[in-house]
C-alpha cells in the first residue's frame, strides 16, 4: 500500500474516533447511539496499538526479533512451548477475561455513561495495556519469571515480601466481592439457583465422558456440556413456576453464602478433577461465546443509551455506592482499564508461550485492548436501561427502601422516574419475583444484556431466558474464578508457612492442605458473610476494597516495569509507566484514605463505625448485632490501611533504586537472561 | 507480500481459531503429552496426561 494511502487511512481513523468521542463527551440532554462509544473505543484501540504500542516495543523495551525467548531456549513441551502468537493471545485473553470488566462499569454507570467510559478507554491504553505489556516483555526477558521474583530480584527483598503480600491479600479480597456478586444474583432466584446447580451433574458427566468416552476431546466435550446448560435454563424455567420446586430453589443471601463457602473448600481441599476441570472448560466455552455474541448484538441492534452522560451522582452521594467521581469512578473500574491481576498471568503461563519478544506486543498490549472493548460492552448493557430501572436494580434497600413504592418514588424524586408497575412487569418478563434491590451488578447486566439480546434474537418472548443465560454465564464464570483462586491462594501459603515448618510446605501433604485451604476460604468467607449482612447493600464496602486492592497491585507492578526501564539505562523513557504510575498511587491512595477517613458515615468506615457506636446505647436489642457491623468497619479500615502502607513501602523503595541509578550511586543492572540467538530464521522473524 | 485469495485467507483464519481453542481447551497439550511419551491415545494415556499437567494448571490465577 503506497504511504500516503496508510498515512491518509490512519488520518481518517483519528478524524472519526476524536468526532465519536466529541459525540460522546460533549452530547447532552439527548440519547445517544451505542455504536459512538464502539466506535470512539476502537478508533483509539486502532490508534494507540498502531503507534503507542509500537513506540514501548521499539525504544521502550528495544525488543528483538533475533533474540530467542525462554518458550524456544527451554522448550520442553509442556510448560515452556513456542506457540503461535494468535494461539497465545486467545489464551492470554481467556485468563485474562473474567466477570471484572463486566461488573465494575456496571456499577460505574451511575455516574452517567461519560466517566467510565473515557476511563475504559483512556485507562486501558495509557495504563493497563502498557502494564500487561511492559511486565510480560519483562518476564520473557528473565525465563518467565514472576510478578514477585522479579520484585525481588529487581526492587528488593522488601519488594518482593510487600508484592506477595498484595498478591495474597487481593485474592482473598477478589474472592470475597466476586462471590458477593454470585449471592446477589442467585438470592430468592430458584431459575437462576437451579441452572448453577445443574451445571455440577453436568460438569460431573462431562468429567465421565472426556475420562472413559473420548478421551481427550475436550472441545468436543463442552459443546455437549454447554447444550445440556441450555437445557437446564428451559428446566430453571419449569422450577420457577412448579411451586413444590421453586420452594427448594429459592434460597436466602445466608444460605448462598455458605454454600459457596462450602464450594469454595472443597473445591481447595478435595481432589475433585472430575468436577473442576471440566466445569472450567465448559466456563470458558460459555464466555467466549458469549462475549463474541454480546459484540455481534450489540452491533446488530446498535441500542440508544437511555442514561444520561452525566448522573448527578458525580457529587458523591450515589445510591449504588457511596464516593464521588473522583477517585472512585477510576477505582470502581479496575479489570476493564487497569488490573494489577493482569500482572499475574503476564508473568505466568504466557510468557513461557511467545515465540519471538516482539509478539509480547500483540499479546500483552492487545489482549487487554480485547478486555477493554468487554468492559466497554458491560457499561453500554447497563447504560440502554432506563437510569430509573437502572437505580431500582442496583440500590440497596437501606438507601431507596425495601417496599417497591417507597423505593420508586425515591429514584423517581431523583428526576428518574420508574413505577413500582412497570418494575414488576419488567420482573416477570425476566422470570424473577422482584428485581428491587438486586446489589451487586450481575442483575443489572443480565438484564441489560437480555434486552439487546431480545430485540435481535426472538423478541421479548425469550427475554427470560436471555435474562438468565446472563445469570447463568456470569456465576459459571465467577465459581470457576472463586475454585481456581481458593486453590492458588492455598498454594501460596503452603509455600510461606513451609519457610516456618517445612512439612505445611509440602503440597501434597493432607493436613497442611486442609489448614491452608481452611484459612484461605475463612478469610474470604468472611468478607463475603459480611457483606451479606450490610444494610448499605454490601457492594458498598467490598467493591471499592476490592478496586483499590487490585490497583494497588497494578501499582507493584508499575514499580516493578519502571524499576527495569531506569535499570536497562533507558531513563528518558520512564514516564511510559511512570504516569500511569503516579495516576494510580494519586486514585488509590486517595479512594483509600476517604474509605477510612471521610466524615460521611456512608463512605468513611471509621464514621460509621463511630455513627452505629452511637446508637448501641439507644438500641440495646440491636446491641450485639451492632458490634459486629462496629467491628466489620473498623476491620475493612485496618486491611485498607494496612495495602495502603505496604505498597508504599513498594513504591519508596523503588524510588530510592531509581534515585540511586539515575546519580549514578549504584551501576545499573538488570537481571535478564543471557542474550541467546534465535534459531528462527530471519525472513520468519518480524519487525515489531 | 504474496496476494492469496479470499478461501484461503478464511481457511487460514478458521484454521488459526481452531489451534487456538485446542490451545485454550488443552486438547493441543494432550497432543504433545503423547507424542512425547510416545504412547497412542487412550483412556490411561489421557489419565496420565492429566496427572502430569493438574498441579501446574491448579497453580495458574484467573483472573477477574
Redesign the interface.
Given at each position: 500500500m503506497a504511504k500516503w494511502m496508510r498515512i491518509a487511512i490512519w488520518l481518517g481513523i483519528a478524524a472519526l474516533g476524536a468526532f465519536a468521542l466529541a459525540t460522546i463527551a460533549l452530547r447532552r440532554g439527548e440519547s445517544i447511539n451505542a455504536m459512538w462509544l464502539v466506535l470512539a473505543a476502537f478508533c483509539s484501540y486502532a490508534l494507540a496499538y498502531r503507534f503507542y504500542s509500537r513506540f514501548i516495543a521499539l525504544k521502550v523495551l528495544g525488543l528483538d526479533p533475533g533474540r530467542a525467548t525462554p518458550a524456544e531456549r527451554l522448550d520442553n513441551?509442556?510448560?515452556f512451548?513456542p506457540?503461535?502468537k494468535?494461539?497465545v493471545?486467545?489464551?492470554h485473553f481467556?485468563?485474562?477475561?473474567?466477570?471484572?470488566p463486566l461488573v465494575g462499569p456496571v456499577l460505574a454507570a451511575q455516574f452517567g455513561y461519560l466517566p467510565g467510559t473515557l476511563w475504559i478507554i483512556v485507562g486501558a491504553l495509557l495504563g493497563g495495556c502498557v502494564q500487561d505489556f511492559v511486565i510480560l516483555a519483562c518476564s520473557v526477558r528473565r525465563d518467565g519469571k514472576s510478578l514477585t521474583e522479579m520484585a525481588r530480584q529487581e526492587i528488593g527483598k522488601t519488594g518482593g515480601f510487600v508484592a506477595y503480600l498484595a498478591v495474597i491479600s487481593i485474592?482473598v479480597i477478589?474472592l470475597a466481592?466476586?462471590a458477593f456478586v454470585v449471592v446477589n444474583a442467585l438470592r430468592s432466584s430458584p431459575w437462576g439457583t437451579f441452572t448453577i446447580a445443574m451445571t455440577i451433574p453436568i460438569a460431573l458427566l462431562m468429567g465421565w465422558y472426556?475420562?472413559?468416552v473420548r478421551?481427550?476431546?475436550?472441545?468436543e466435550t463442552?459443546a455437549i456440556g454447554f447444550a445440556l446448560t441450555m437445557l437446564a435454563i428451559f428446566g430453571g424455567q419449569w422450577v420457577s413456576q412448579t411451586p413444590s420446586w421453586a420452594a427448594v430453589f429459592t434460597l436466602s443471601g445466608a444460605t448462598l453464602t455458605v454454600i459457596i463457602i462450602v464450594y469454595g473448600f472443597a473445591a481447595s481441599a478435595l481432589p475433585v478433577?472430575l468436577l473442576l476441570?471440566p466445569r472450567d472448560?465448559l466456563s470458558?466455552?460459555v464466555k467466549?461465546g458469549t462475549i463474541g455474541t454480546l459484540a455481534a448484538g450489540i452491533i446488530a441492534v446498535r441500542p440508544q443509551l437511555h442514561m444520561p452522560a452525566l448522573t448527578q451522582f458525580v457529587d458523591g452521594n450515589g445510591p449504588v455506592f457511596a464516593g464521588k467521581i473522583f477517585p472512585f469512578a477510576f477505582i470502581t473500574i479496575?479489570?476493564g482499564a487497569v488490573?494489577g491481576?493482569?500482572a499475574?498471568?503476564s508473568s505466568?503461563?504466557t510468557p513461557k508461550m511467545i515465540q519471538r519478544e516482539t509478539e509480547a506486543r500483540m499479546v500483552g498490549y492487545g489482549a487487554m485492548l480485547a478486555e477493554s472493548s468487554v468492559a466497554v460492552m458491560a457499561m453500554i448493557a447497563a447504560c440502554v436501561l432506563d437510569p430509573g430501572v437502572y437505580f431500582a436494580i442496583s440500590s440497596p434497600a437501606g438507601i431507596v427502601g425495601a417496599a417497591p413504592a417507597a423505593a420508586a418514588a425515591t429514584i423517581s424524586g431523583w428526576g428518574y422516574p420508574v413505577t413500582a408497575d412497570q418494575m414488576a412487569a419488567l420482573a416477570h418478563a425476566v422470570g424473577e419475583t422482584t428485581l428491587f434491590n438486586r446489589t451487586g451488578g450481575a442483575p443489572t447486566f443480565a438484564v441489560g444484556m437480555a434486552q439487546i439480546f431480545a430485540s435481535s434474537l426472538g423478541g421479548q418472548a425469550v427475554m427470560a431466558v436471555w435474562y438468565h443465560f446472563a445469570i447463568m454465564f456470569e456465576a459459571l464464570f465467577i465459581l470457576?474464578?472463586l475454585d481456581?483462586?481458593t486453590?492458588?491462594g492455598r498454594?501460596m501459603l503452603q509455600d510461606a508457612l513451609g519457610h516456618f515448618w517445612k512439612p505445611l510446605g509440602r503440597?501434597s501433604w493432607y493436613p497442611s492442605i486442609l489448614l491452608t485451604s481452611a484459612m484461605v476460604v475463612s478469610m474470604w468467607g468472611y468478607f463475603l458473610w459480611e457483606a451479606v449482612g450490610d444494610p448499605l447493600g454490601g457492594i458498598n464496602s467490598l467493591w471499592p476494597l476490592?478496586g483499590i486492592s487490585?490497583q494497588l497491585l497494578a501499582t507493584v507492578a508499575l514499580c516493578v516495569a519502571t524499576t527495569i526501564i531506569v535499570k536497562s539505562g533507558r531513563a528518558r523513557k520512564m514516564w511510559v509507566t511512570l504516569l500511569p504510575l503516579l495516576w494510580l498511587v494519586t486514585v488509590t491512595f486517595t479512594a483509600a484514605f476517604q474509605k477510612v477517613f471521610d466524615a460521611n458515615p456512608r463512605l468513611g468506615f471509621w464514621a460509621h463505625a463511630n455513627l452505629l457506636a452511637g446508637q448501641v446505647a439507644a438500641n440495646p436489642v440491636r446491641g450485639k448485632e451492632l458490634s459486629k457491623l462496629i467491628f466489620n468497619d473498623r476491620l475493612d479500615a485496618i486491611v485498607t490501611s494496612a495495602l495502603v502502607v505496604l505498597v508504599a513501602v513498594v513504591v519508596i523503595e523503588s524510588a530510592v533504586v531509581w534515585f540511586r541509578v539515575l546519580t549514578g550511586q549504584v551501576e545499573a543492572r538488570v537481571h535478564e537472561a543471557p542474550f541467546v540467538e534465535s534459531r528462527y530464521p530471519p525472513e520468519q522473524t518480524e519487525a515489531a | 507480500m504474496k496476494r492469496i485469495g479470499i478461501q484461503t485467507a478464511l481457511a487460514r483464519v478458521l484454521d488459526l481459531a481452531y489451534a487456538t481453542l485446542r490451545e485454550i481447551f488443552d486438547e493441543a497439550a494432550y497432543e504433545r503429552f503423547l507424542l512425547s511419551h510416545a504412547m497412542p491415545p487412550s483412556k490411561v494415556a489421557y489419565a496420565a496426561f492429566r496427572q502430569e499437567t493438574e498441579a501446574a494448571k491448579a497453580r495458574r490465577p484467573r483472573c477477574c
Open positions: 513441551g509442556r510448560d512451548i506457540t503461535n494468535w494461539v493471545f486467545g489464551h481467556a485468563a485474562i477475561a473474567g466477570p471484572g485474592i477478589l466481592a466476586v472426556l475420562r472413559h478421551p481427550g476431546k475436550v472441545l463442552s478433577w476441570a472448560y470458558t466455552f467466549l479496575a479489570c488490573s491481576f493482569h499475574l498471568i505466568g503461563t470457576t474464578v481456581a483462586g486453590r492458588v498454594f503440597t476490592f487490585n | -
